[in-house]
C-alpha cells in the first residue's frame, strides 16, 4: 500500500458520525413577483433583463442592441442572429481574446442577488462569459427561484456536472477609491433573457 491509499483509508476509517443537515425552510422566499424582483436586483447591479417570447425576439434584440460586434459566439440552440461561431475546441481557448458577444444558456435565476447559474453541459469552454466583451445569458425555462437556498437545492437535484458557476450582473469592481467601475475584468455588460 503506498503512502496516498494509506492516509485515504486512515481517513476513511476516522470519520466523524454523520449528522442531520440543518433545516433552511426558514429561508424559503417569497414566490409572487419573482420576475419583478429579479429584474430589479439584475438592473441595480448593472446588467439588462428582456422577458421574451422565443428566440426570434431575442435575436431582434442583440442585432439592435450590439449592431458592432463582430465576432459573436452563439451557444444557444435555434437562435439566428447572422454570422456566429457555435464551437470553440480547446486548442482555441487563447482565441477568445477577441470576443464581442458570447451568448450562453443558464439553467435557472435567483431573484435574490441576479444571478444565473451555468455548468460546462451550457457553456464549453468555461472561460468564455467572463472573457468577452459582452455577455447575454438566455434562461430557456424561464426558471427563477426565490432565493440563494432554494437554487442550491435544485442544483442538488440536477445531474452531474464538474463545473458550475453563479454570474451575477456584468463584472464590477470598487476597489479603487471606493469607486464603482462596471466592466473592470470581465464583461462590459450582461443582458439576460427571460423566456416566458
Keep these: 500500500m503506498n503512502s496516498r491509499d494509506k492516509i485515504l483509508s486512515a481517513i476513511a476509517a476516522n470519520q466523524p458520525e454523520r449528522t442531520a443537515l440543518a433545516d433552511i425552510s426558514g429561508f424559503k422566499g417569497a414566490e409572487e413577483n419573482l420576475q419583478n424582483k429579479y429584474a430589479a436586483v439584475l438592473t441595480a447591479i448593472g446588467g439588462r433583463i428582456y422577458f421574451v417570447k422565443d428566440e426570434n425576439e431575442i435575436a431582434a434584440t442583440i442585432a439592435a442592441q450590439f449592431p458592432e460586434a463582430k465576432r459573436i459566439i452563439n451557444l444557444v440552440d435555434n437562435l439566428s442572429i447572422g454570422n456566429f461561431e457555435t464551437v470553440i475546441s480547446d486548442p482555441e481557448i487563447h482565441n477568445l481574446k477577441n470576443v464581442d458577444l458570447a ?29 468577452c466583451e459582452h455577455l447575454a445569458v438566455v434562461i430557456t425555462d424561464g426558471i427563477i427561484f426565490p432565493t440563494m437556498h432554494e437554487a442550491y437545492q435544485k442544483i442538488a437535484t440536477l445531474e452531474e456536472y464538474g463545473y458550475g458557476s ?18 473592470a475584468h470581465g464583461p462590459r455588460s450582461m443582458s439576460v433573457f427571460v423566456k416566458v
Design 103 to 131: 451568448i450562453i444558456k443558464a439553467k435557472f435565476a435567483v431573484a435574490e442577488n441576479g444571478a444565473v447559474w451555468i455548468t460546462e453541459k451550457e457553456v464549453q469552454p468555461r472561460v468564455l462569459p467572463f472573457i
Design 166 to 183: 453563479f454570474i451575477a450582473g456584468p463584472s464590477k469592481t470598487a476597489d479603487i477609491e471606493q469607486s464603482l467601475v462596471i466592466g
